[in-house]
């Protein structure tokens, strides 16, 4: 079978919705707003708990109204999440899809980022299944989105931390690493690096960095500075922060040098303000996508506006990093 993209192939009575891949502060405000705005427009509602593991094994719950209330300012997700290998199988997306059947579950609701969005489409183009993806992912790597859920609060988390171990750093005359998540993207670093006033920032879409480092051991720390904080994207080419660390001590053993992994507290804690409501805007929007027929499409938000952008792109293409906020990074520490 192979379905065309963006088709209408029947009225939708009853959706699923599941969150997948890593879960991201906001997914929980993005299950309350589809499942409510799904139910307002007459649609049955079923919560896939899991992500696509759970789709497989038929671990399906219905979802009213009351379900959902009280999770908004909560961190996780409230039907789990996983990261499948059985989906990756012709096997694993047969039995999904004869779970979906069953269920008489016409529509997909998935909210993750884009390991998610790249199963929806192989399963879409396999079988009669309409999806429609929101984007919710600490990494802020979806091309067709200024934005994706959870990326503010764990930038939060970041700033929050690095100022800490500012306070340490300054106090011992120390160089930190510190190493920050966002997979194959440098957009945490980015931007906790521009929040926290890092002397240095390597991320793996710019190669200048290197330079940057060399030059504020050589003459920054020196001359300029008694502590630093060097925030590094664990995605980064110089192979994360403890590597580059072990480097920079053999090279300088005069400094005093100390990495921190922030590691997995980046994805947890209660969003922001902004997380639950553009998480709710998706939600909303989601719905309206599929009662337009659509299907296969990401909600993004480009300048605060909603938009649909197909899988095909926002999984293929990559969010690029703003060379502006580079150029501003370098003349804050030149
Ligand atoms: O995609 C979110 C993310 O937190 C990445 O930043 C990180 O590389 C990855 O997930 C870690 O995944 P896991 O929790 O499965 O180890």
Redesign the pocket.
Known sequence: MNMSENSKTQEIKKIALFTS??DAPGMNAAIRAVTRAAIVNHLEVVGIRRGYQGMIEGDFMPLYASDVSGIMHQGGTMLRTA?SDEFRTPEGRRRAYRELKNADIDAVVVIG?DGSFTGALVMSQEYPVSFVGIPA???NDMFGTDYTIGFETALNTVVEAVDKIRDTARSHGRIFFVEV???EAGQLALHSGIACGAEVILIPESQEQGDDLNNFLHNGYKNKESSGIVIVA?GDETGGAMKIAERVCKDHPELEVRVSILG?IQ?GGSPTANDRINATRMGVAAIDALIDGQNNIMIGLESDEIVRVPFMNAVKLHHSIDEHLLEIQRMMNA
């Open positions: 891949g890593g990261r980022g992912t600490i990494d998540m966002g997979c664990e997995h994805r």
